[in-house]
């Protein structure tokens, strides 16, 4: 066993002002519907792989989605949810985004470890903006996500999301938690 699902949510982004411009509002509904039927509060994930394509646009949406319902928990900066996107390393895959950002946060929880965002230098000044004031990280450098979680030293399972929006509207959110120890294949 990999990891297991915990909780998915899908849904239609609605009407937005084009079709590179996501809605922000069916964003935080999507990201309140999975923990809802995950049975969880915002604050147990502790990795989020977002849609993340890159765009001056779309991430600035997305985070502030993230930021949005972040707010709704008590994530302190000792605990900081931790940010991936998968596409800086391999494009963005269309139909194939998802289980790309699927398979990556399964290997972040087997590995316990954020890795850095590929090519991240600086902080888009509009991320920065809808994160102000959220604990939340974008690794620069490969990170124990169990100490950075505030889990060390225990052996709470980790909790991923996974965000994945179609050109057609379509939205989904996942969340996977790391596999019970009698089951869980361990990583090479």
């Known amino acids: 066993m990999h990891a297991v699902v915990r909780g998915v949510a899908v849904a239609q982004d609605g ?6 411009a996501p809605n922000g509002r069916a ?6 519907t999975a923990l809802a039927d995950a ?13 993340g394509t890159g765009t001056a646009l779309g991430d600035p949406i997305e985070m502030g989605a993230i930021a949005t319902v972040m707010a709704d928990g008590e ?10 996107a998968v596409k800086a390393n391999i494009g963005h895959l269309e139909p194939g985004a998802g289980i790309a950002g699927l398979i990556k946060a399964v290997l972040v ?3 316990e470890q954020a890795p850095p965002i590929a090519g991240f230098e600086s902080l888009n000044p509009k991320i920065g903006e ?7 990280r974008f690794p620069t450098e490969l990170e124990s996500l169990r ?18 929006f179609g050109y057609a509207g379509t939205i989904a959110h996942a969340l996977v938690s790391q596999a019970p120890p009698s089951f869980a294949r361990q990583p090479p």
């Open 130 to 136: 809808v994160v102000k004031g959220v604990a939340v």
């Open 39 to 51: 049975d969880m509060e915002v604050d147990h994930v502790d990795y989020l792989e977002a849609h």
């Open 15 to 20: 009407t937005s002002a084009s079709l590179t």
């Open 147 to 164: 100490e950075r979680s505030g889990k060390a030293g225990t052996t709470d399972a980790l909790v991923a999301g996974v965000s994945s």
């Open 75 to 84: 994530r302190g900066d000792d605990a900081p949810l931790s940010m991936g």
């Open 109 to 111: 929880l087997q590995h």
């Open 27 to 32: 964003q935080e509904q999507l990201l309140r």
